[in-house]
């Protein structure tokens, strides 16, 4: 009787779903990128130089923080649903020194871009850069200048990082914004996404190289739907009618979305030991302008929240944190929060997808517990 008792116990516990296990915890996030990821950063440049950041003053931080955040947006960005997820405090900007990074820095700051200011110079390529701005490669080296106070030995950092989250991105798209001044046409801007793109490619190798095992790379935002491509070509008959936005300039992201993605195919299989991770933000940002409603997002996709003027609520003189420009009374209802970044809603949405699917190949979650 009891050794019939203890095989139906056993075949019990046989039919009782497992509950999947991470094999490892992340303990720390970095992350690389530009304004949309950017906690705190370029405030830090700009105090150097006297200058004032739109991110210290309100509405911006208005829906989560209650304050300002120094955060591109009302609320949470990206990165901060991450680190949520993962039981880590909010990433702290690497430029405030004052701060313990044992848990992940933040190194973006506000129009990175991939290339270097040397390589538009070298190009004759007029540029909008701010001197606020930082590309990839400074990013990078301050990421080597923090590294000596986490780890020392070559297998100490190789399992430090190990154990770390690594997230490229958003980065992609500055390079090009970067060039609008030059008038370069999309096919012009195009023959330089093969040097962008392996810029990143390098990057991802450096980073694995010094142990990073998971790596998170995002792609380029459709950048035709960004009011500063709108209005430049206001009198355009290039529009997408299912988006309403400039279609040339969304083939180039596209573009440099596909050239993205074969390169970090190369990396997959060089690096079979990382998880390379491609984190879609094309696709879903213009779910969200074709089908606005279906995710509460009941105000015109296209309009910017916080702004004001026009067609898209956007004047490039008068931006969001500027005197007399003033938020929506309800950003979740807003796709674009301040014509660069986007509201904590949408930021909660492509977090969601990248971290469980199906915006993310293969799913942050799933990359983590394999």
């Not at 116990?9 to 990821?37: M, R, V, Y």
């Not at 096919?187 to 142990?211: P, W």
Request: aromatic share 12%; net charge positive; with cysteine.
């Amino acid at each position: 009787m009891k050794r019939t008792t203890l095989i139906i116990l056993s075949l019990l516990l046989l039919l009782e779903p497992i509950q999947p296990t991470p094999s490892h915890k992340f303990d720390s996030i970095f992350s690389f990128g530009d304004a949309c990821t950017d906690t705190g950063n370029v405030n830090v440049l700009a105090k150097k130089v006297s200058w004032s950041v739109y991110t210290d003053n309100l509405p911006y931080g208005v829906t989560f923080f209650h304050r300002p955040s120094k955060r591109f947006s009302d609320g949470r960005l990206i990165v901060d649903f991450l680190a949520e997820e993962f039981g880590l405090p909010y990433l702290k900007p690497y430029l405030d020194k004052n701060e313990s990074f044992r848990q992940g820095a933040n190194f973006a700051v506000l129009s990175a871009t991939a290339l270097d200011e040397t390589f538009f110079m070298q190009h004759n390529i007029t540029t909008s850069k701010s001197p606020l701005s930082n590309s990839l490669s400074s990013q990078l080296q301050w990421f080597e200048e923090l590294k000596p106070s986490l780890c020392q030995t070559p297998k100490e950092c190789r399992d430090y990082f190990g154990r770390s989250l690594f997230i490229l991105g958003q980065i992609l798209g500055n390079d090009y914004i970067t060039m609008t001044p030059s008038s370069l046409s999309v096919e012009q801007m195009m023959s330089y996404t093969s040097t962008i793109i392996q810029t990143i490619a390098g990057t991802i190798k450096k980073l694995i190289d010094q142990g990073a095992k998971t790596v998170v790379v995002p792609g380029n935002i459709p950048m035709g739907c960004l009011p500063v491509y709108l209005l430049i070509n206001g009198k355009s008959k290039d529009y997408d009618s299912s988006t309403g936005c400039i279609e040339k300039y969304n083939v180039l992201s596209r573009y440099h979305n596909s050239l993205l993605l074969e390169a970090i195919k190369k990396l997959r299989i060089k690096y079979r030991d990382a998880k390379i991770i491609y984190a879609d933000i094309y696709k879903p940002i213009i779910d969200f302008i074709r089908f606005p409603q279906r995710y509460g997002f009941t105000s015109k996709p296209l309009v910017v929240c916080c702004g004001t003027g026009g067609e898209y609520n956007w004047h490039q003189l008068k931006q969001c944190g500027t005197p007399n420009v003033t938020a929506c009374q309800n950003p979740s209802t807003y796709v674009n929060w301040d014509g660069r970044c986007f509201t904590e809603a949408t930021n909660r949405y492509i977090a969601n997808s990248w971290l469980k699917g199906p915006y993310a190949d293969p799913p942050i979650l799933d990359a983590h517990t394999n």
